[in-house]
């Protein structure tokens, strides 16, 4: 257990439904990153928080994903009108950025499942 | 295109050997990190190298990293059957958002 939870660990959908997933990170951490991954590839970046405020949001992520941190701690990812391409394991990580690193720390995903 | 990318995409040895993993990438980082996944789980980070180091170990682990050849590699000794994951390496460079390749899929066999 890294510390970082999130809710719910799966989530079996209908196409066109929206889903909001959470993620609790460490408590002092100040950055939040959502990840996607799908089967046998690596986490591929979606967007980041530094306190509440979104830095940085992929250019692969469509309208359709939208994600908040409204009080610099706890985030949701929301998906609308989900599609069967949507299908992945959605991952949150945070980190205390230092001179020393970034080491992320990584919650045990969402499971998505569009049919 | 991925800037990491490890080698090789799977590897399987017996316990008790060692296994060795490699990472490429493209452009300059601030520092490269190795992380391992269990089957269905989320990523546990096993160690970070800066820039201006050339090795680093934890325990049954040794990272070296050749700045000039842009690449990584990551050692696990004496494996365990509990080694078995998949071994991911991301790169931590400014201006560009932490960047994962594919993994390197390991197999202890007991």
């Known amino acids: 257990d890294t510390g970082v939870s999130q809710d719910p660990r799966h989530k079996i959908t209908k196409r066109g439904q929206n889903v909001t997933f959470r993620c609790d990170p460490i408590?002092?951490?100040?950055?939040l990153y959502w990840y996607r991954q799908t089967l046998g590839q690596g986490p591929e970046f979606l967007t980041y928080?530094?306190?509440?405020?979104?830095?940085?949001k992929s250019r692969l992520l469509s309208d359709r994903f939208s994600a908040e941190r409204p009080k610099g701690s706890f985030s949701t990812l929301e998906i609308q009108r989900t599609e069967q391409g949507d299908s992945a394991m959605y991952l949150c990580?945070?980190?205390?950025?230092?001179?020393?690193?970034?080491?992320?720390?990584f919650g045990p995903g969402t499971r998505l499942t569009v049919l | 295109s991925q800037q990491g990318e490890e080698d090789p995409q799977a590897l399987s040895i017996q316990e008790g050997e060692n296994a060795t993993m490699n990472c490429s990438y493209k452009?300059?980082?601030?520092?490269l990190q190795w992380y391992r996944q269990n089957s269905g789980r989320g990523l546990v980070h096993l160690i970070l190298?800066?820039?201006?180091?050339r090795e680093k170990h934890s325990g049954r682990l040794r990272v070296t990293l050749d700045t000039s050849k842009k690449s990584s590699s990551l050692l696990i000794t004496a494996s365990r059957a509990a080694d078995t994951a998949s071994y991911f390496c991301?790169?931590?460079?400014?201006?560009?958002?932490?960047?994962f390749g594919p993994g390197t899929r390991l197999s202890v066999l007991p």
């Open positions: 990580a945070s980190s205390l950025v230092t001179s020393g690193g970034n080491e992320q720390f």
């Open positions: 408590s002092e951490h100040n950055r």
């Open positions: 928080f530094q306190n509440e405020a979104q830095l940085e």
């Open positions: 452009t300059s980082i601030n520092n």
């Open positions: 190298i800066r820039s201006n180091e």
């Open positions: 991301a790169t931590d460079a400014r201006g560009q958002n932490f960047v």
